[in-house]
């Protein structure tokens, strides 16, 4: 049996939260990466995300878990946790258990997102996420929030950015995006491209240009018309389903109305997208040897770029 896709899981930042999600204090369960995991934030705001089940007997620390300042009770017998995973008290013991550590994921609070990294032999993060300008500035707007579980993986998701035919198909985008470039750096892709627009007083040229930063995190900024900056970030939740967030702003108009009828209006179209996109991507599978045009895009280059991300042995095998 061949699965649709061969790879395993990416390593990167993903976010895992917003920083709303959860007040100092609070403590929940979270499924990510294939993994059981528990996010809590101490009683100084920071956030911590570890694996769920205690190295004592098993509990799910995000199940009854409580936070003790800057510490994490287990349920089940009372020890503690420290925000590193040690164990910090056994409340029956004169000692702790050194060897009784919780896997922690290293664990940044940015750009109005709570984002975590995660490699499969724990690695220590290899690149940072760019604090984003426009976000919380006065003369832009909050972000206006969607989310999406999809049954695919970040990179077929991704692939999409690189390939302008199916906007006609998929999206029935009469003009499509001219790419001016595609160029990858280290975890880094950027790709350029020009948009038409068709107004009642003639056709306006604006801009699409998108920035991957690592495979969980994209910032892609719409200019011309108006200016707007969306926010997708994707995060595996296992083998073969993503939790995708997309969180656009806009720079404000004088008119409130009509920032909020803007912002509204690309969240109905990525909404739109998304449902056309939902069905293929749900469907198809991974094509190592894909029948390519000369005049798609640059799908091949992508895939190279974000074959770094995978610290696994994984086989492609052919077509
Ligand atoms: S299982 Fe967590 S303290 Fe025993
Ligand atoms: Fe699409």
Redesign the pocket.
Known sequence: MTRRFPFPIPFGWFQVAYPEDLEPGEVTALKYWARELVLWRDHDGAFHLQDAY?P????HLGVGGKVDGAQLE?P????KFDGDGACTNIPYSQRTNKRARVRTYPTIERNGFVLAWYHPHEEPPQWDIPLIPEVGKPEWSDYYKSAYIIRTIPQEMSENGVDPAHFRFVHGTDEVAQMESYNTDGACSEMLSKQAYVTPRGVTWGRIDVWNHGPGFSRIWFSGIVDALNIATTTPIDHDHTHIRFNFAVRKFDDEKMTSSVADAFVKEINKQVQEDTPIWENKRFLPVPALSDSDGPIIKFRKWYSQFYAEPYEVGVG
């Open positions: 205690c004592h007997l098993g509990a287990c089940f017998h009372g020890w």
